[in-house]
């Protein structure tokens, strides 16, 4: 079992940049791929961006290519998203997820999440 927790979303102005960190905890992070996605309200949970174990590979969403980049620590044991160029429509809850296959774009495909962190771009 894993457990993730997010951390570093907030308010921001449009233009602006956040970085959020997912920690993990319960079984060695380097044996997994790890993940980004987010949800708007009364949207579906949409995919931001993967890496691999090794952070060797890496895949973005459309919507956040060039803006984004995901890394990761396994001596932390902990991914990041930095965040940039930010606009009203990255706003969402983002949610840390683990134990995929990093190609792996929909949420089916991912069996481990964290609770989310709120990230709010004002115009």
């Known amino acids: 079992q894993v457990q993730l927790v997010e951390s570093g979303g907030g308010l921001v102005q449009a233009g602006g940049s956040l970085r959020l960190s997912c920690a993990a905890s319960g079984r060695t992070l380097s044996r997994y791929s790890m993940g980004w996605f987010r949800q708007a309200p009364g949207e579906e949970r949409e995919f931001v961006a993967t890496?691999?174990?090794?952070?060797?590979?890496?895949k973005y969403g459309d919507s956040v290519k060039g803006r984004f980049t995901i890394s990761r620590d396994n001596a932390k044991s902990t991914v990041y998203l930095q965040m940039m160029s930010l606009n009203p429509e990255d706003t969402a809850v983002y949610y840390c997820?683990?134990?995929?296959?990093?190609?792996?774009?929909?949420?089916?495909?991912?069996?481990?999440w964290g609770q989310g962190t709120q990230v709010t771009v004002s115009s």
């Open positions: 997820t683990a134990g995929g296959t990093w190609a792996v774009t929909t949420t089916t495909g991912w069996p481990y």
């Open positions: 890496i691999s174990s090794s952070g060797s590979s890496t």
